[in-house]
Every structure is written in structure tokens, then in C-alpha cells.
């Protein structure tokens, strides 16, 4: 499905892929959880969270756009060393 925001022109339009590795349903509301594979530690997920926030908000558009339903929950989870963050 093709995305934009009402009112841009096509000049303004930017064509962006990606794929949000996990969307599910939980009460009527949608989770999106998206898993990263850097070398974090506890110290640097909070800076890579950062890093990541835009592609979060990019995701959370889409998916509420696409299934018509809200976004209640957003994660990123680091697989090394194993943490979910929360993203808002």
C-alpha cells in the first residue's frame, strides 16, 4: 500500500522501505517489535534506541495505516545482550 501524508505534494513524497520484523495483535491493539542485532551492551541500548526512534515512528505509521487499528506497544530488542527496550 502506498503511504503519504494528506496535503504533500509530490515534490515533498520520499519513497522508504523497510520491514518491521514483528506485528501482533494483543487486545485489539497492535505490537510491533523490530529486532536489532548490534553488539550492545546495557550501557549503549539507550543510544542505539535513539538511532532507531525515526525507523519506530516510520514503522508505526505504516502498520496503523495499513491494518487501520492503533499501535498500543513499541520494542526494540536487542538480541546481544538479550534486552527489550520499550520505545515511545
Known amino acids: 500500500k502506498s503511504l503519504g501524508y494528506e496535503g504533500a505534494s ?3 513524497k520520499i519513497t522508504v522501505q ?3 520484523d514483528c506485528v501482533f495483535e ?3 491493539k497492535l505490537v510491533i ?3 536489532k542485532s ?3 551492551s546495557p550501557d549503549t541500548i539507550f543510544t542505539l534506541a535513539e538511532h532507531y526512534h525515526k525507523q519506530m515512528e516510520m514503522y508505526t505509521f505504516a502498520v496503523s495505516e495499513i491494518w487501520q487499528r492503533p499501535v498500543k506497544e513499541k520494542y526494540l530488542f536487542f538480541l546481544r545482550p538479550g534486552i527489550a527496550l520499550s520505545v515511545d
Open 38 to 40: 548490534n553488539h550492545a
Open 18 to 20: 523497510g520491514v518491521a
Open 26 to 28: 494483543e487486545n485489539g
Open 33 to 35: 517489535v523490530d529486532y
Open 10 to 12: 509530490d515534490e515533498d
